[in-house]
């Protein structure tokens, strides 16, 4: 299996860095990574009523703003001043990558201090699904510091790391011990919070494989259980609503229900799971060869959630990068190490090619002549091919949605002058498969999953992640 590394950073896109992406680049897309919490003109103490009591009112730190207005594109620094929300979220062999960066990503737009530390002796980890997480920090730096929030991602054997972690465990005690804000989802909740003594007396959720471990009266079968400062959730299908629990708790019901429309959960709910048109098998007769292309700006939450459903369903899953080095920097600052470059994975057939979205990752991902060849001949071969959030528009570019229904993120929606359908999470036509991104990016897998290996394979997996799935 094929291993995909991540290497997380504690702060959004840096443009200082060197292989930070130029603001000129960042054109392609209208929707905004600047933390939720620092677009609003007042305070966070001024709009939020339901702050924790021991936590201090304070604004996310200064990050990229990269939404178009019609005079320049501009970073708000109106509550820089005041200091971030602090969230630690720990990391350890076989933690679970969807929860990791999911709620990294998540708490990261709406302005929270993010701190990624590892439990094992080097910072370099290989999460359960095989993609390899590189931490900020080690935890033993993290002894002496004060957070708002501890969250600890579940899967295993990644649980029962973090439970074996006498450091961590003295943290999230004292988390505990001062009514500070603390949570744990799928495997974590059991393996490693109740060992700790940490749920006593406090209603508790977790994956369902480990209910059976949890004290019978104090057990709650539900997505998400809040229970004082604790927060409990079920697993990587539910990663969304955990994570944007817990910025409700930070940050305040107003900053939550923003990050939850930029994510585009609203629409995750509410709209059909997939339409298709012109349906035809994709039936293969070998274990699917996939190759998903990244690049500087791509959106780490769909490259980490294509990949890792892709492989829990035993697809052989590429990741190549189009830039001149194989590590990329995400829109949220994940940096990602591709298993390869572009120009490698080339010389290999794939049987489907998907593009992620991403602010500048799109944009980057057309200039790939590369990539561009590459999907040019799997259209001629009629092969299939997809993209997600605001890479539907790379192949409308391309001429690769020609007489052909997509849909997108509603940002780049108009730039689809083929019949667009607004309404589905995912569309799905001949061989070409598109999705709106983001929280619709389970959908999306699931959808590949089930056209590939049908919708037994594909319910397997849903119920793995707790994820509900359904044909329509």
């Known amino acids: 299996m094929k291993s995909l590394q991540l290497l997380v950073s504690p702060h959004p896109l840096n443009l200082s860095s060197p292989m930070a992406v130029s603001a000129s680049n960042l054109h392609f897309s209208t929707f905004a990574i600047m933390p939720i919490a620092q677009q609003r003109k007042t305070p966070i103490s001024k709009r939020s009523s339901k702050l924790t009591k021991t936590l201090s009112p304070t604004p996310p730190p200064t990050a990229i703003s990269t939404t178009e207005t019609s005079t320049s594109t501009t970073t708000t620094t109106a509550t820089s001043s005041l200091s971030p929300k602090k969230v630690l979220v720990p990391i350890g062999f076989g933690t679970e ?17 993010v701190t990624v530390a590892s439990v094992e002796r080097q910072l370099e980890i290989e999460a359960s699904g095989g993609i390899r997480l590189v931490a900020d920090t080690s935890i033993s730096t993290c002894s002496d510091e004060i957070f708002d929030l501890v969250a600890l991602p579940g899967g295993m054997p990644g649980s ?115 339409e298709e048109f012109n349906e035809v098998e994709w039936a293969i007769g070998h274990n699917p060869h996939v190759l998903i292309p990244v690049a500087n700006g791509s959106e780490e939450i769909e490259v980490v959630t294509i990949v890792d459903i892709l492989r829990r369903a035993k697809v052989d899953v590429v990741v190549a990068s189009v830039e001149k080095s194989t590590q990329i920097l995400a829109s949220q600052g994940t940096k990602i190490v591709a298993d390869k470059s572009i120009d490698s994975a080339s010389e290999s057939i794939y049987d489907l090619i998907i593009l992620p979205g991403g602010i500048a990752g799109a944009e980057r991902l057309h200039r790939s002549k590369v990539l561009k060849k590459l999907l040019k001949e799997q259209e001629s071969a009629g092969r299939a091919y997809g993209a997600i959030c605001s890479s539907p528009a790379v192949l409308h570019k391309q001429g690769l949605l020609k007489d052909r229904r997509a849909t997108a993120h509603p940002s780049v929606m108009s730039k689809l002058t083929n019949e667009v359908v607004d309404g589905a999470r995912v569309v799905i036509d001949g061989k070409i498969i598109t999705s709106k991104g983001l929280a619709t990016a389970t959908d999306f897998a699931l959808a590949i999953v089930s056209k590939v290996f049908g919708h037994a394979r594909a319910r397997s997996v849903a119920e793995g992640l707790v994820f509900e799935y359904t044909r329509s």
Not at 259 to 273: I, S
């Open 97 to 113: 990558e969807m929860e990791a960066v999911i709620l990294v990503d998540v708490l990261r737009r709406a302005g929270a201090e």
């Open 160 to 274: 029962a790391r973090l439970r074996d972690c006498k450091v961590l465990r003295e943290i999230t005690s004292k988390q505990a011990e001062g009514k500070r804000l603390y949570g744990a989802i799928c495997a974590a909740p059991a393996v490693t919070l109740l060992p700790w003594g940490l749920i006593r007396r406090k209603q508790t959720t977790c994956h369902p494989a480990f209910m059976d471990k949890l004290p019978h009266f104090w057990a709650v079968k539900s997505n998400i259980q809040v229970s004082g400062e604790l927060t409990t959730s079920r697993g990587p299908g539910t990663s969304f609503e955990f994570a944007v629990t817990l910025v409700d708790q930070l940050f305040g019901e107003s900053v939550a229900k923003e990050v939850g429309e930029l994510l585009l959960m609203k629409t995750a709910l509410d709209n059909p799971r997939k």
